[in-house]
Every structure is written in structure tokens, then in C-alpha cells.
């Protein structure tokens, strides 16, 4: 009996060293994402251009969480508000803490983009979007995003120069395959965030935004404030 049960204490011991650090987060520590978010809409085409870069942050600066750069071609249908977009994002996560190990992801998405307005000031989008991930040491799965905010300004009627605006919004995240390879297995669910934000309108095209997120994850659950700049051209 010994010699079977310690091969398997042996393997499970490990099994949690080679695990990822994201089990010992510290849930109430605080992390910050800072992020630029850019759009180009030709006034002559009915294509146009999309994209970010956001730095994460395990805690307020230097613990990396993730660096996020993303980009996308889109495309308006004629005689309507919808915008459609594919693209491409590479991701690299850093474990929670002081260790170095880094993963890697490439990553597609189609996404459909559904805004609308309720009485004359409060601005809804819905966003749809379905990822095909590429993790590194995992098999390539696919992804379900959906996406519904808020923007409400208190000063005038749109978000253009010198509004001061309210912005909530919710994503849910569900996994469409459960195997990731080598009999590992992920849960349907993924993550949920929840965010609230206020927001100035620095011109037509430059918005400022600072905010806090609750993201919940299989795992864990932390809060994140945000500082965002929007740049639309």
C-alpha cells in the first residue's frame, strides 16, 4: 500500500506546484487596468478600423496581470446603427506575485455591435461576441461573450465635448467547449463583470473614464478600478 500511495501523493504534490498561481489571489487586494480604446470610421466606406491596448494589473502598478493588444476590421450594413467586426488579440498573463512564468494567447473574434437610444439622453449597447482562443499548453476552444451597457450624460444629450456622463455595463463569459487538453476541463461558466464608471467628454472624439469592476472568475473574485481613453478618428 506504500509503495502506491506515495507515487500518488508525490504526483499530486506536483500537480499544485505546476498550477497556476491564480489559486492564491488575493481577493482583496486591489487591481487597476489602464486601457486606450480607438475607433476609425471612414465617412467615404462602410469599413472602418477598431481596436485597444489594455495593461492590467494584479494590484495598482507592477504586478502584471495581463497585457491585452487587440484589433479588428468592421463594417456597418447600409441603414443601420449595427457595426460588425473581425478580428485579432495577442494576450500575455503573468501569474499573481513575484513570479516571472508568463502564458501566451492569440485569439480571433467576430463581434456584433447593437446600439440604440432610450428617450433622448440614455445611450444602450449590446455587444456579441464569439472568441477562438489559442492558450498556450491548452487545446483551442471557443468563447461566448455578451455585453450590455449604459451611458447616460447629465449635462447635455451626448457624449461629445464637455459631457459629464454616468457608465455602467455587464459581460458574462461562457465557455462552449469544457475540454482544454490532457484531461483537463474547464466549467461552462468563465467569468462575470460588473462595472460603474463616470465619465468627461474631453472633445468630440476624447473621452476620459474612470471606474471600478467586479470581475468574478471560476476561481476567484477581485475588484479592478479603470482608467479608460477613448479616442474615436
Known amino acids: 500500500m506504500l509503495s502506491i500511495a506515495k507515487p500518488c501523493i508525490a504526483g499530486y504534490l506536483l500537480l499544485l506546484l505546476a498550477s497556476p498561481a491564480l489559486a492564491t489571489v488575493d481577493e482583496d487586494e486591489v487591481g487597476a487596468w489602464y486601457m486606450y480604446m480607438w475607433n476609425h470610421d471612414r465617412s467615404d466606406s ?22 491585452l493588444i487587440r484589433g479588428g476590421l468592421t463594417w456597418r450594413p447600409e441603414n443601420t446603427p449595427v457595426k ?7 494576450i500575455t498573463t503573468g501569474e499573481y506575485g513575484s513570479r516571472s512564468r508568463n502564458t501566451t494567447e492569440n485569439r480571433l473574434y467576430q463581434e456584433a455591435l447593437i446600439p440604440h437610444r432610450l428617450g433622448s ?19 483551442t476552444r471557443n468563447r461566448f461573450r455578451y455585453f450590455l451597457a449604459l451611458n447616460y450624460p447629465l449635462n447635455q444629450d451626448t457624449l461629445g465635448r464637455g459631457a459629464i456622463y454616468l457608465s455602467v455595463y455587464n459581460e458574462i463569459f461562457l465557455n462552449l467547449e469544457k475540454d482544454i487538453g490532457n484531461g483537463r476541463r474547464v ?47
Not at 46 to 64: K, S
Open 46 to 67: 462602410r469599413f472602418g478600423l477598431q481596436g485597444d491596448v489594455q495593461y492590467r494589473n494584479w494590484d495598482l502598478l507592477g504586478d502584471m496581470e495581463q497585457l
Open 84 to 90: 460588425l467586426t473581425f478580428g485579432a488579440a495577442n
Open 121 to 139: 439622453r440614455l445611450q444602450v449597447t449590446h455587444r456579441l461576441r464569439l472568441e477562438q482562443r489559442d492558450v498556450e499548453g491548452q487545446s
Open 187 to 233: 466549467d461552462t461558466y468563465d467569468r462575470n463583470r460588473v462595472y460603474a464608471a463616470i465619465g468627461y467628454g474631453v472633445s468630440d472624439s476624447i473621452r476620459l473614464q474612470f471606474g471600478v469592476m467586479r470581475q468574478d472568475t471560476d476561481p476567484w473574485a477581485k475588484n479592478q478600478l479603470q482608467l479608460n481613453l477613448f479616442h474615436n478618428f
